[in-house]
């Protein structure tokens, strides 16, 4: 047996009054933290501005929108479908 949601949902703590803002804020902070760390290690490889899913240059108006982008404009969408890149179909 094998369920698979495939929902990529953070760790939240059970059920509270949802008035906690700081902590919302602060994941948010500490998700673009990571965000940037990814960034910096593509710096480090040469990979940075590159696609991941089709390896084009992403769009340096898009880049400077968000530094931290993995994805070109036409791909941004799938991954952010939590489907992951290579899904693309054409038909
Ligand atoms: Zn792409």
């Given at each position: 047996m094998s369920s698979n949601t495939g929902d990529e949902e953070p760790d939240v703590p059970g059920?509270?009054?949802?008035?906690?803002i700081g902590q919302a804020l602060l994941d948010q902070v500490r998700n673009d933290l990571d965000d940037v760390e990814v960034a910096l290690q593509r710096l480090d490889e040469g990979n940075y501005g590159l696609c991941e899913a089709c390896r084009q240059p992403i769009g340096s108006g898009r880049l400077a929108a968000s530094?931290?982008?993995?994805?070109?404009d036409e791909h941004e969408h799938v991954a952010g479908d939590g489907r992951?890149?290579?899904v693309v179909q054409s038909g």
């Open positions: 059920d509270g009054p949802g008035g906690d530094p931290a982008a993995r994805y070109c992951g890149p290579g």
